[in-house]
DNA sequence: TCTATTTTAAGAATATAATTCTGTTTAATT
DNA sequence: AATTAAACAGAATTATATTCTTAAAATAGA
């Protein structure tokens, strides 16, 4: 059975999204708390869900991936199987971060990280279009970005 | 000085964005090294900005903020103060996790999370709407997601 | 209100992992 | 080939995670 967050839960589901390295002590010492209940209480959230893992965040550009697109598409069938199929094959491309069934003015919304934008028109090129029943296809290519993070601000739950 | 990354640490930041609470032990048995090579290299790839943090993923559902949505906005004006206010303005927004600078159809795509559907027509009502210089501004509703993740292909740098 | 039951926390004890240190090997440089 | 710098192994140390036991607080039922 699923338990409600109290707001010591909260407070240290959002110091470990900001910082997942932080020790149970320093937790602790910032909630006027011991080691033990903090602990007990993380691996609770682990348990039960509300923490779904985690990762180091890497710097894309220093590593080499200088471009963010995003690609609004529409489809031309939409049976059900098709869908699947269209998610799967998707899924399968190591350059999208994130694919999103949308409603509005397209069907689907991609998230990709390149190289650049040959990376980028490569990919078109010999992987998008490639897809059966696309229909329309528009990129929105990133110039700078404002803020990019996971974190989502728990002062409202 | 920046150094380039070898196949030693590829694999290290490959396994650390998909699971950074994995021992230094764990990682060098699996690179056939022993602990005091990768303790040093992951603190160097820290300190040179490839690793930017650390962070616990949470579930955005179970925290209840069931509805991710993106917004495509065009602005009226294009002058370069008025641009910065408005990336500010955005910022400070706590609904908002991405903030992209696009060429294309639009000049701004944002990403936002929130509880539900009146929690986002709250959004734009009483916060986005009340921006200035607001020229067509479109939302595309997610109904379902196929792939979300941070962790980025390495197999490729 | 009292008692039984469950939950939560504290504090100490233990186990595990991170971090440091020293000496050796390997690779690079001249 | 000699010298220097970088990378690694292995042991030693320190810090932290994890477990355990007991006490306090909260909750539910009579």
Redesign the interface.
């Known amino acids: 059975m699923?338990h409600t967050?109290d707001h010591i839960d909260t407070q240290i589901?959002a110091m470990?999204?900001?910082?997942?390295?932080r020790t149970t002590k320093s937790i602790a010492d910032e909630l006027g708390m011991t080691t033990s209940p903090i602990f007990e209480r993380i691996k609770k959230l682990e348990k039960?869900?509300?923490?779904?893992?985690?990762?180091?965040?890497?710097?894309?550009k220093?590593?080499?991936?200088k471009l963010?697109v995003?690609i609004?598409i529409t489809l031309q069938g939409h049976t059900r199987s098709y869908l699947e199929k269209f998610?799967k094959e998707?899924?399968n491309f190591?350059?999208?971060?994130?694919?999103?069934?949308?409603?509005?003015?397209?069907d689907y919304?991609l998230k990709l990280?390149v190289?650049d934008i040959e990376a980028y028109e490569t990919f078109i090129i010999s992987k998008l279009t490639l897809l059966p029943y696309l229909g329309n296809v528009?990129?929105?290519?990133?110039?700078?970005?404002?803020?990019?993070?996971?974190?989502?601000?728990?002062?409202?739950?």
Chains 1, 2 share one sequence.
């Open positions: 699923a967050l589901l470990l999204q900001n910082n997942s390295n039960e869900g509300y923490i779904k893992k985690y990762v180091a965040v890497l710097d894309n220093k590593i080499g991936l963010t995003f609004g998610v998707i899924n190591p350059e999208i971060v994130e694919c999103h069934r949308v409603s509005g003015n397209f919304l990280v190289e528009q990129s929105l290519i990133t110039l700078s970005t404002g803020k990019e993070t996971n974190e989502i601000d728990l002062s409202r739950v």
